[in-house]
């Protein structure tokens, strides 16, 4: 029978636990926060609500923003029959308002096994006599298709790409990276599991990053680089371009390369000014600019000689899928577009519809692929012709101009589209909201 994807969720964190003495673990704290209590600042707090919730929450199904066990008794609809990954409210003492919560995985001998939170100060699977049992209970048919959406959200295609580009086990002496699968090395399968790597620990963590489950995987990426870059707010040809470059330059330097695409100021955060310039763009050109703006970093790293090859295929075929997904689908623009703007679609005029194939066009000016092409034949060939006419200009005089040349052009564009972007949002006459994803 396959597991929910809240158990899955919950077997990836297993062995999470309690820290001794008066440090917190950042995993248990974390629980409160996705559960719906941020303001809780110790594990000495009662936890199996809250991992079960933030558990709950990771599947895309909503919990009861409660830390009280005996909520759950009012969520959801009820089973009269054990199920797998049923939730489990239990009694606790001889207190009417306390209780235990926990992922149902089996019963046997008047026990019921549950994998859940705070059991022995850890995330385990414990034994608790049947009698124990207040009831259980299971996401209503609403909660159920919400998560079902959600594992087929643009999320599950776009790491496919990445999972497809990343390859399998790998441990190549040039990587600095380390011992890697599926494009996770070793530190960061360390640091998600909460564990640090020492001469005892590094052949058993080796070992079990070799069989990775695919939940881990999952829930790794999405933490540490979907959500982060905030590949959400972009429609799937972007998302599927950042979110790339997020994994392999990091979620820093991706938003750095995004923004120096788009011609705004580069500082490492999507904001307003960001946002206002994707919005202006075609989404076919920002993909062609931000692949090139890879190629290019990818060009100035010292390891380029051993994995260049590699790393220049994998950005040209993330390019080419991303501009299928567009052409497919018909999106010409990088951000989720207004509600409003959507449902109009489907009445635009044969104009509209002319005008809007127009703009996949690229002015010629634009291209970076025409200048770089100028550039390097006017470096080439002007240091030759110069002399005859008593003038002296080295290559990388020419070189270095023509560069900025690129740049203030790239800029001048950047402020043109920022300015229309901001006139169309004055002259709008309904409100802006990002459609959900």
């Known amino acids: ?202 052949p058993r963590l080796i070992s079990e990053l070799k069989s990775i489950p695919d939940v881990t995987i999952e829930a790794i990426y999405r933490r540490r680089y979907y959500d982060p870059a905030q590949c959400n707010l972009f429609t799937a040809p972007l998302a599927l371009m950042h979110f790339d470059a ?3 330059h990091g979620v820093g330097a991706a938003i750095r390369m995004l923004q120096q695409a788009v011609g705004v100021t580069v500082d490492g955060e999507i904001g307003p000014e960001t946002l206002a310039a994707i919005g202006g763009r075609s989404v076919i050109d920002l993909v062609d600019d931000y692949a090139e703006i890879r190629r290019t970093r990818y060009r100035a790293l010292p390891h380029f000689w051993r994995f260049g090859r590699g790393w220049l295929k994998r950005v040209d075929a993330t390019a080419a899928r991303a501009k299928s997904w567009a052409r497919t689908e018909a999106t010409t623009r990088p951000l989720l577009e207004p509600e409003q703007i959507a449902k109009g679609e489907s009445n635009m005029s044969n104009q509209t519809k002319t005008n809007t194939a127009a703009d996949d066009a690229k002015w010629w000016g634009q291209s970076r692929t025409l200048w770089g092409t100028l550039i390097t034949a006017a470096a080439t060939v002007l240091p030759v012709l110069a002399p005859a006419v008593g003038v002296s200009l080295p290559a990388d005089v020419i070189q270095t101009f023509g560069d900025q040349v690129v740049i203030a052009v790239q800029a001048l564009a950047g402020v043109f589209g920022t300015a229309l972007a901001i006139y169309g949002r004055f002259k709008a006459s309904s409100a802006l909201s990002l459609r959900k994803s």
């Open 246 to 248: 997020a994994v392999n």
């Open 1 to 202: 029978m396959d597991q929910p994807a809240w158990l899955a969720a919950a077997w990836a964190e297993f062995g999470v636990r309690e820290i001794p003495g008066k440090e917190n673990s950042a995993e248990i704290l974390r629980y409160f926060r996705e559960a719906g209590d941020a303001s809780i600042e110790s594990e000495e707090t009662p936890w199996c609500a809250a991992f079960l919730g933030a558990m709950l929450k990771r599947a895309g199904c909503q919990g009861t923003g409660s830390l009280l066990a005996r909520s759950y008794l009012d969520w959801g609809i009820p089973l009269t029959e054990p199920r797998l990954g049923a939730v489990a409210v239990l009694t606790r003492g001889n207190d009417p308002s306390a209780g235990h919560v926990g992922f149902l995985l089996g019963t046997a001998d008047e026990k019921l096994f549950l994998l859940g939170g705070n059991q022995s100060d850890a995330v385990t699977v414990s034994a608790f006599d049947a009698s124990r049992l207040l009831g259980f209970r299971w996401p209503s048919a609403d909660e159920d298709a919400e998560h079902t959406h959600a594992s087929n959200s643009i999320f599950a295609q776009l790491l496919a790409h990445v999972l497809e580009m990343e390859g399998g086990y790998s441990n190549d002496p040039y990587d600095p990276g380390g011992p890697t699968n599926r494009g996770v090395t070793l530190q960061v399968f360390a640091d998600f599991k909460g564990q640090t790597i020492d001469a005892a620990s590094r």
